[in-house]
């Protein structure tokens, strides 16, 4: 992963220094589990303890020669342990490391993902109160509707966000568990206790069956869920770059000093980290498709799943907590104009307000396909000719023969529509 988008807590989660360290502490606890069972002298493991310690230039170097990263880094730990190091690794194959390592860093990174899904549920909690009765109009197929507020698009972000937090905690109780299973998964050279003294003390679940890997339905799972999460955060930044655009700017990301904006224009001001985490949010997608490719594998093991995996399972985690980090910051610092959104509002001379008309029509007995064709008839008349959508109708005698002006002036009230802001706030949680 590009160093700029590595956060150092996330990023030392995914180093090579705490990868080995991983694998080290689960083969000293296997170590400590044989000794347990009285497979391996108890003085043999307090000298492993002692002495075991790797170099992570060293084991490059071994692998370079043997081609397998396990056996350069038991080789590695055996230089420094001496002749105790013939203990460990007793009865173990090779997935047994790798795959209670990798879930540990899969649950380790689940939990800053989820600190940062907090984070960005708290700042849409406090803006989406701020902006609860900001009035602006809402959009459909990218045309005006009908006025909505600010604030309830924040909310339904809000609740979004909940569901995000929900699902990244079913995923990593998913990926948390481990196996110490041995070579096709049947315990033949170990004993299930060891399994189980190992993933007690590593905060796993031990599998209830595996072959020689964890099935990787679990990393499919976790991985379609933080491209379920990058997909929200892209919504979220396709919204705010939309109403950056010039035409409409009733939002904007926040413009520091200093910054620039275009190498050709000086008065640009541009969505770019709306525009980075669009962007990014493909990466993720593309990689939990790969995660969905590596379900399928043969018999007991192959390893098409594990150059993969060192890819996408490291970048995922990063690049989701990048953008949450990012997402977190445009929202808190998001600039917000009321004003641009009331004075949006107008744009269509009264046109949104067409459906209070409508059933205002209706109720006073009129026939709902002939108030539609009469609001309709009046409305295109507005298209066109740019007047007061109020005024026309007020001076179309169909209309006023029914609609008394106060009535007609209740119709064009944008309070009344927003009535059950309040109670929408509520059910939110707000």
Request: some cysteine.
């Amino acid at each position: 992963m590009i160093d700029r988008y590595t956060r150092p807590e996330m990023g030392a989660l995914w180093s090579d220094q705490h990868r080995f360290s991983i694998w080290l502490e689960i083969e000293l606890l296997a170590c400590e589990a044989q000794a347990e069972l009285g497979i391996i002298p108890k003085e043999a493991v307090a000298v492993i303890r002692e002495k075991a310690r790797f170099d992570v230039a060293r084991i490059d170097e071994i692998e370079r020669e043997v081609k397998h990263d396990v056996i350069a880094f038991l080789t590695n730990v055996g230089e420094h342990v001496g002749p105790e190091a013939r203990f460990i690794h007793l009865g173990m194959t090779s997935s047994d490391v790798l795959d209670t390592a990798l879930a540990v860093q899969m649950q380790h990174s689940a939990d800053i993902l989820l600190r940062d899904l907090e984070g960005l549920k708290d700042v849409l909690a406090r803006r989406a109160k701020e902006f609860k009765m900001t009035v602006m109009i809402g959009r459909s197929h990218g045309i005006h509707a009908e006025p909505t507020t600010f604030g309830l698009k924040l909310a339904l972000w809000y609740d979004e966000v909940r569901r995000s937090i929900r699902r990244m905690e079913q995923a990593r109780e998913t990926i948390s568990a481990g196996q110490i299973s041995g070579a096709v998964g049947t315990f033949e050279h170990l004993s299930p206790k060891v399994e189980e003294y190992v993933c007690a003390r590593l905060g796993l679940a031990p599998a209830p069956v595996s072959t020689q890997v964890l099935q990787r339905d679990r990393h499919a799972e976790f991985l379609t869920t933080i491209a379920l999460i990058g997909a929200s955060l892209e919504k979220f930044a396709t919204e705010i770059r939309h109403l950056q655009k010039t035409e409409v700017l009733e939002a904007e990301e926040y413009f520091s000093a200093g910054q620039k904006g275009s190498s050709a224009m000086p008065h640009k001001r541009n969505p770019i980290t709306c525009e980075q985490i669009a962007g990014l949010s493909r990466v993720l997608r593309g990689n939990a498709q790969a995660a969905l490719e590596n379900v399928a594998l043969w018999h007991e093991r192959d390893i098409t799943h594990s150059s993969v995996e060192r890819i996408i399972v490291p970048d995922s985690c990063i690049l989701l907590d990048h953008m949450l980090v990012k997402m977190t910051s445009v929202l808190d610092k998001l600039l917000v104009y009321p004003e641009t959104m009331k004075r949006n509002i107008d744009v269509t001379h009264g046109l949104v307000f067409s459906q209070p008309v409508l059933l205002a029509l209706t109720k006073k007995g009129m026939k709902r396909e002939d108030a539609y064709a009469i609001v309709q008839r009046n409305a295109m008349e507005v298209w066109t000719s740019k007047m007061n959508f109020r005024d026309v109708l007020k001076a179309d005698p169909t209309v006023s023969s029914v609609l008394t002006e106060a009535e007609l002036a209740e119709a064009f009230d944008p309070a009344k529509g927003l009535q059950h802001v309040d109670y929408i706030f509520q059910r939110v949680g707000l």
